[in-house]
């Protein structure tokens, strides 16, 4: 678990709760993140790859994205490097990345806000994510 420095926090949504996207293409980890996420009062949504996500990450805002790497059709890779093309988008919300193995150097260079290896536990990820939200639960 890695949080990179210049992470910065941004805005909830309209009830107050910092918004999550949870970008997986496994459906148990999307509901187990989502489950976790909603019970220690955040609001979660997901998508199952990156293009699905680009396309939410457009239409809404979001304070931090948590993206797998290995995905089809557009992994998180990809997903950053299109983001790293858009900076107003990109700027909007912070991006933690999740893979097995440590991937720190290759995450940092993707412009990445932190990273958290596979598998983690429910309290490494409020953790690493305190940093990103804390502004819109104060």
């Not at 089809?72 to 991006?95: H, K, N």
């Not at 720190?104 to 990445?112: S, T």
């Amino acid at each position: 678990m890695q949080v990179f420095p210049n992470a910065t926090p941004a805005q909830g949504d309209v009830a107050g709760l910092p918004r999550v996207l949870v970008v997986d293409d496994d459906a148990a980890i999307r509901k187990m993140l989502v489950d976790v996420l909603s019970l220690e009062g955040f609001s979660a949504e997901t998508a199952r790859d990156g293009r699905e996500a680009l396309a939410l990450l457009e239409a809404s805002n979001y304070q931090v994205v948590l993206l797998d790497l290995m995905m089809p059709i557009m992994d998180g890779w990809e997903l950053c490097r299109t983001l790293r093309e858009r900076p107003t988008l990109r700027a909007q919300f912070s991006v933690v990345l999740m893979s097995a193995g440590e991937k720190l150097e290759q995450a940092q260079d993707l412009g990445a806000d932190g990273y958290l290896a596979k598998p983690f536990d429910v309290n490494q990820l409020l953790e690493l994510l305190e940093p990103f939200v804390s502004e819109v639960r104060a």
